[in-house]
């Protein structure tokens, strides 16, 4: 630091340090108006003629802009106002501000602003103010303002000169280069349209022909006028989706360098994302790039939030993070609504913010829950920036409201205010009354440090950003030029903040900075939609320069990097929008840094690299799954059982050497058998079996005759319990690969199984089998038993498993996870442990608790073995729900249900519920539970009076004091590493492994470096509404260490993309190449070939079922080939020999060597 600006910062820090009216040690200063000058006061005055009846905007209050109106170095401020003038405050140093708004020619209260945008129109060097007018009535008489800068402190007000003068009730304005022909063209924001009803699902005019769609404006130069005249295109480029909007976004959502448009839209409508076509032409593709959105999407932004290059996006919502709150605002369930919107084309909508990180794939991945972001009330503009300046972006979320109308309780008011006996005018006087009684939410605002670019915690108090206030617009600069960026706040009904950022001063981790300022082309001055990035110490960070951002507003450039303790960076690279680069070497730190477009020359292409996985041709296989509806048996659950295959078997049905495919289906649907030709092309016949849900399925020699035959699990929930449909199947092959069904080979039962899987536990030279059951259909979570299928000469004996008559299993393998010779049982529950059930001479013993395994109570869906650490013995790696969601789980306070009859109905009723400090909460809301047990309606008459129970209280209001429970104390996916005997270590996946729940699961060693790596799948959408569907998983790929550490590959690297609901995962020998095969459920499958170059392959033979891998640097690793692993896959019995293998040892099921081979 120079002594200059040592010198600089003091001087700063002294002259507001008597004006601050919460500092102490927190970050943030809020200035007092006295000092700072800035007076500005949104006021709001609600009236009969004008309220929130007549006039649902009337609370989204004013924007922010940043300006330097006269060059000097000092950013300006400029406010919008709704009943009062707008107002600019000019920068006079030392944080104090004059306001110049009449002498400037801005005055102006007959208007009603929402956003603002700054921009130098002319190109005279100037900045220049684009207003937005909405507001209550007919804006026909209201158009769009233009203030031209006149260059010495005035403005002139000219748009209708420049054809911007825009009638149509709009919110923001985006100034971007969307043709890139050097000019800046103009996104406009629409709002209004509240005669077309914002909350019916009804068709989505896509013509443009509603009123509230937004428009493009095209950049066409008048050379006789010397300045631009703006055309609207809107048709022509395909900007014809209406919306409610309240948040435009610029961003580069597919890297192909041409900007492209994000609209976060209020009320029902979809959110869009209009991709640029580079013609001229943009094309929705939200329901492509986004599972999911906010539902009253709001105010958004773009910022490379983990520093990968790519543009991730964050949209704010209103969801409470006070529980009772939730629960005041939290109705009935609507599924036929949700289905009717979702088939409407509204896509899947979730009241909360959302965080949208970019794969690089075309899809985003939502993380808004598991980051920590998703529940900051009735919020408003979301700001992305380095406010401690360790090298991540953080957040900034304004909120509030004028009055609390999402209270239950005065809804239902409202509604049964409207009564026969009543006159139109009384109704309407008795809601304004309601209407003006009800409280402002008045909340702090949310600020949140950036950790690690995935998880973000609270700082708002921390960092001084806890006034509690009515937020709207908020804008981020360096108002003080110390080297940290200052925050200005536009409230309603209260003075605006300004806080002063006391991090160079405070904070000896945040000393170090660089402003990169851009001087673009003439018609694009400041350089908006480049990408500039910064290299400090082998680390990178980037941002995207465009001034619209937030809610309503336009933030300060130049572009800010916090370095933390680097003092200089290693290099500089400006991506123009025009395709050329700057490239800027070693620069020293804390400096204003300008990059001029005149410095850029072409650049090569990037090279891409190879992916680790590359997607191959494999025969056209959709799985189709019924329609069946879980939640209208069980209104109470929070994920169905109705759609979790389908599963996938691999083995050779017709003893010519080659693999063959079973892929089941859904109830409704004939599986099929793909039988594979010498070509490598496969003969798919059908086995019928529509009147079943197959679930787990399983190649092996039932009877003994030396060919392979098949047992099918039939399982789901589609049926009532005992329905004949539940009994499993075993087809009998006739040695050619035709199934013929036995009936009688199998015990009869008619519970609903999940998984099946083979082993010669006894050691009698057959296979036998363990089938295990979930849950009893139409009761979760009431259990079904589990069975042994004890091979006797091809006959078949059952025996109820009593270890797991109370566990709702999901998956299994049969692993000798003690290395005694006996194959032992691993068995992964829902809300329940991974069982370890030992062997011990053809008797079973659980050994989870002594193993340090009972306390890992999950939602397990599938366990893989796999000697990660290759010390010979085998590890485990278990999939659960993930940490990707609203349920925090932990061993004090575990995610659980208590369930009962509590109507006495005959129905199971499921209350799940969470922990909100020390107290026990339900999760579902009062309507839901009330429609499950209606004598609850005597016991709350008002949703306050539920909002503040807890869970004993709930549990006595509905007479159950002998309640059954379950419980889930953690949700990550895990490994488990084997330690022999000092039991197992459970280490949790990578946190980018935790994203979704995952299900597929397999081991290959991908990167040739001769370490086991993994592959995986997941998600699920059958899920209840509120909470929503879990599908931020495009598959995974994890670079193992041989420690027990993986890295998780980035999605464009990895090569794999199963964006649908990832289930069975199988390794298939196709031809002569290897393959993953990757099922979906009501989707197709995907196939893909590992691209590393050496391919060799070993087949196991017969009666082999373990291999024993040695490697050049003397670690072994194990392999084991029992029946079905994963989830519900069942993979080939042969071995992709890892790079650097020198010896492989095959082994029986007793761990014997049969043979070895050098390699």
């Not at 940290?484 to 950022?501: C, E, F, K, Y």
């Not at 025009?578 to 090569?604: C, E, H, M, R, W």
């Not at 070939?1089 to 033979?1101: A, F, G, K």
């Not at 993979?1131 to 014997?1152: C, D, Y």
Request: with cysteine.
């Amino acid at each position: 630091m120079t002594l200059q600006r040592c010198l600089w910062v003091l001087l700063a820090a002294v002259s507001v340090a008597c004006s601050s009216e919460k500092s102490g040690n927190t970050r943030f200063s809020q200035l007092d108006a006295s000092y700072t000058g800035v007076t500005f006061h949104n006021e709001i005055n609600e009236t009969d003629s004008l309220n929130l009846l007549n006039y649902e905007y009337i609370y989204n209050g004013g924007g922010v802009a940043i300006i330097d109106i006269n060059n000097d170095g000092l950013k300006d401020l400029f406010f919008t106002g709704n009943q009062v003038s707008n107002a600019l405050y000019l920068n006079i140093g030392n944080l104090q501000f004059q306001d110049i708004t009449k002498s400037a020619l801005l005055f102006d209260n007959n208007i009603w602003s929402t956003g603002v945008a700054i921009v130098d129109i002319n190109l005279d060097g100037f900045d220049d103010i684009y207003v937005s007018v909405g507001g209550p009535g007919d804006q026909s008489i209201y158009p769009n303002k233009l203030y031209i800068n006149q260059q010495d402190n005035t403005f002139k007000e000219q748009a209708e000169e420049y054809g911007l003068a825009d009638s149509g009730e709009s919110i923001q304005a985006a100034f971007f280069d969307f043709d890139l022909d050097g000019d800046l063209d103009m996104y406009l924001l629409t709002g209004g349209g509240f005669e077309r009803s914002p909350l019916v699902a009804r068709p989505i005019a896509m013509d443009g022909s509603a009123r509230n769609t937004d428009r493009l404006y095209l950049n066409e130069m008048n050379p006789n006028l010397g300045h631009p005249v703006f055309k609207n295109i809107s048709n022509e480029a395909g900007i014809t989706i209406e919306g409610f909007g309240l948040g435009v976004a610029i961003l580069d959502a597919n890297q192909d360098n041409w900007p492209d448009i994000y609209v976060s839209n209020d009320y029902i409508s979809r959110d869009v994302l209009y991709i640029n076509q580079q013609n001229g032409t943009f094309e929705d593709q939200s329901l492509n790039y986004l599972g999911h959105t906010s539902h009253f999407s709001m105010g958004n932004d773009v910022a490379d939030f983990n520093n990968d290059g790519l543009h991730d996006l964050i949209t704010v919502d209103m969801l409470p993070e006070d529980p009772v709150r939730r629960k005041l605002m939290s109705g009935a369930q609507m599924y036929d609504r949700y289905e009717l919107i979702n088939a409407r084309g509204y896509g899947n909508q979730q009241m909360r913010n959302m965080l949208q990180m970019n794969t690089g794939m075309e899809r985003f991945s939502e993380i808004g829950q598991m980051a920590g972001i998703f529940q900051t009330d009735w919020s408003w503009a979301p700001l992305a920036a380095d406010f401690d300046n360790d090298g991540f972006q953080d957040l900034f979320i304004t909120n509030g409201y004028g009055r609390d109308i999402t209270d239950l309780d005065f809804v239902k008011f409202r509604s049964t205010s409207n009564t026969p006996f009543k006159s139109p005018e009384e109704i309407e006087r008795l809601f304004l009354d309601s209407l003006y009684s009800r409280p402002v939410i008045l909340l702090p605002n949310y600020a949140y440090r950036n950790k690690d670019g995935m998880s973000f915690e609270d700082k708002s108090a921390d960092w001084g950003l806890d006034q509690k206030s009515l937020s709207n617009g908020t804008v981020y600069s360096d108002l003080d030029n110390d080297g940290d960026l200052d925050l200005v706040v536009n409230n309603i009904n209260s003075p605006a903040l300004v806080l002063q950022n006391k991090s160079i001063e405070s904070d000896s981790l945040s000393v170090n900075f660089l402003n990169v300022h851009l001087s673009g082309q003439k018609g694009n001055p400041k350089g908006l939609g480049a990408q500039v990035e910064v290299w400090a110490e082998g680390k990178k960070q980037s941002r995207w320069n465009m001034l619209s951002r937030g809610f309503q507003s336009s933030v300060s450039d130049p572009l800010h990097f916090g370095l933390g303790r680097s003092e200089a960076v290693d290099s500089i690279l400006v991506y123009w929008s025009t395709g050329v680069v700057s490239k800027v070497g070693f620069t020293a730190s804390n400096q204003i840094l300008n990059i001029d477009y005149n410095s850029a020359s072409p650049t090569a292409s990037k090279e891409v690299d190879k992916t680790y996985l590359t997607q191959s041709d494999f025969e056209s296989i959709k799985h189709d799954e019924s329609n069946s509806n879980d939640f209208k048996v069980q209104p109470l659950l929070l994920q169905g059982h109705s759609k979790l295959g389908p599963s996938l078997a691999v083995g050779d049905v017709n003893g010519d050497g080659m693999d063959d495919l079973f892929v089941g289906a859904g109830y409704g649907s004939n599986a099929k058998i793909l039988i594979q030709k010498s070509t490598g092309d496969f003969t798919q016949n059908l086995i019928e079996t529509e009147s079943f849900e197959d679930t787990g399925a399983l190649f092996f020699d039932a009877d003994g005759d030396g060919d392979l035959d098949l047992y099918v699990g039939s399982g789901g929930s589609e049926r009532a319990a005992g329905n004949e449909f539940y009994q499993d199947r075993l087809y009998k092959n006739d040695g050619t690969g035709k199934f013929v069904l036995d009936r009688a080979a199998i015990p009869a039962f008619l519970n609903s199984t999940s998984v099946v899987t083979s082993a010669d536990y006894d050691l009698d030279g057959d296979e036998d089998l363990f089938v295990g059951c979930r849950v009893t259909p139409g009761r979760f979570p009431e259990s079904s038993s589990s069975y042994i299928l004890t091979n006797e000469g091809g006959a078949f004996s059952m025996k109820t498993l009593d270890l797991l008559t109370n566990d709702l299993v999901t998956s299994a393998v049969w692993s000798d996870y003690d290395n005694d010779g006996l194959v032992d049982l691993l068995v992964t529950t829902e809300y329940g442990q991974v069982k370890f059930i030992q062997n011990i001479g053809g008797s079973f013993q659980d050994r989870t608790r002594e193993l340090g395994l009972d306390q890992l109570a999950g939602l397990w869906n599938g366990i893989l073995p796999v000697d990660i650490d290759q010390d010979a013995d085998m590890d485990y790696i278990v999939g659960n729900l993930g940490l990707n969601n609203s349920f925090k789980a932990s061993q004090e306070k575990p995610l659980e249900i208590f369930y009962k009859d509590f109507d006495k109905n005959g129905a199971v009723d499921p209350v799940f519920a969470f922990y909100d400090h020390d107290e026990v909460k339900p999760i579902a809301s009062l309507d839901v539970l009330i429609s499950q047990v209606p004598s609850l309606k005597k016991k709350y008459f008002y949703y306050k009076d539920f909002a503040n129970s807890t869970m004993d209280e709930l549990l006595w209001a509905m007479g159950s004091a002998d309640v059954a429970s379950r419980k889930a104390s953690t949700l990550a996916s895990t490994i488990l590493v084997n330690n022999g005997a000092d039991g197992f270590e459970s280490l949790a996946l990578p946190k980018k492994a935790q994203v979704s729940p995952l299900f597929g699961l397999t081991s290959e060693d991908v990167n040739a470096d001769g370490i086991p790596d993994l592959i995986a799948t997941g998600n699920t959408s059958n899920t209840e509404v509120v909470y929503g569907k879990y599908d931020a998983s495009l598959g995974l790929v994890m670079l193992g260490d041989g420690v027990g550490n993986f890295k998780v590959v980035d999605a464009s690297r990895a090569g794999i993309d199963v964006k649908g609901d990832g289930r069975a995962m199988v390794k298939i020998k196709q031809g002569s190449r290897w393959m993953i095969l990757a099922s979906q459920n009501d989707s197709d499958i995907k196939a893909y070939e590992i691209t590393r170059n050496s391919q060799q392959i070993m087949d196991l033979h017969e009666g082999e079922y373990m291999a024993l891998i040695e490697f050049k640097n003397n670690r072994k690793q194990k392999m084991e080939f029992f029946g079905s692993a994963g989830y519900w896959s069942q993979s080939s019995k042969r071995i992709l020999v890892p790079e650097g293998a020198v010896q492989i040892i095959f082994m029986n099921a007793t761990g014997q060597e049969t043979r070895r081979i050098e390699v």
